[in-house]
Structures are given as structure tokens and as C-alpha cells.
Nanobody, 111 residues
Framework: QLQLSESGGGLVQPGGSLRLSCFVPGSIFRFITMHWYRQVPGKERELVATITDGGSIKYGDPAKGRFTISRVNGENTVYLQMNDLNPGDTAIYYC?????WGNGTLVAVAS
């Protein structure tokens, strides 16, 4: 069973930046594909970004050109750097791997 722990959310002004982190304990981390999703209450969860164990990356439409996913296997952590945030990015951001989800971290963009 995987435990995924997100952090780094918060309130930021439009145009600002945040970096989210997701920590996954255990040696399995380096072998698994990691995803970031986000969800606004009342709407479906949507893919933000994916990074494979080999480092291949795919971005969902919300992330293209503004967000960067990365991983540091030595830290058992996947990151999501988010730049030029706007109110439409307000959501709970979840880390996901296999059948497992973190509890999410809230990102709120408002002036």
C-alpha cells in the first residue's frame, strides 16, 4: 500500500507561483509513474501532469506552458511547479499513483 502526502498549497495572488510536493515513502517510489490531478468541488477530477519512472512527462491542458512536473528519486518526492497562476487554477490538487491517492492540498488564487 502506498501513502502519498501532498504539501505546498496555499493562497496566492493572480500571477503568483507555488510549488507542490508529494512524498511517497519506500524504495518503490523510483519505479512508479506519478500524477498530479486537481478537482474543483462539483466538477470532475482532471489530469494536470504525469511523470513516469523513466522521466517521460505529459501535461494536461490546464498545465501547458505554466506548470512543470519533476521528480527527485533520492527524496522520494514529485514536485509541481506552478507559475502565472490565475483564479481558474483554484482547486484541490491531488497526488496519484496506481490505485492510491493523497488527501490533497488546497490551492486558492485570489487577489
Amino acid at each position: 500500500q502506498l501513502q502519498l502526502s501532498e504539501s505546498g498549497g496555499g493562497l496566492v495572488q493572480p500571477g503568483g507561483s507555488l510549488r507542490l510536493s508529494c512524498f511517497v515513502p519506500g524504495s518503490i517510489f523510483r519505479f512508479i509513474t506519478m500524477h498530479w490531478y486537481r478537482q474543483v468541488p462539483g466538477k470532475e477530477r482532471e489530469l494536470v501532469a504525469t511523470i513516469t519512472d523513466g522521466g517521460s512527462i505529459k501535461y494536461g491542458d490546464p498545465a501547458k506552458g505554466r506548470f512543470t512536473i519533476s521528480r527527485v528519486n533520492g527524496e522520494n518526492t514529485v514536485y509541481l511547479q506552478m507559475n502565472d497562476l490565475n483564479p481558474g487554477d483554484t482547486a484541490i490538487y491531488y497526488c496519484h499513483a496506481g490505485a492510491y491517492w493523497g488527501n490533497g492540498t488546497l490551492v486558492a488564487v485570489a487577489s
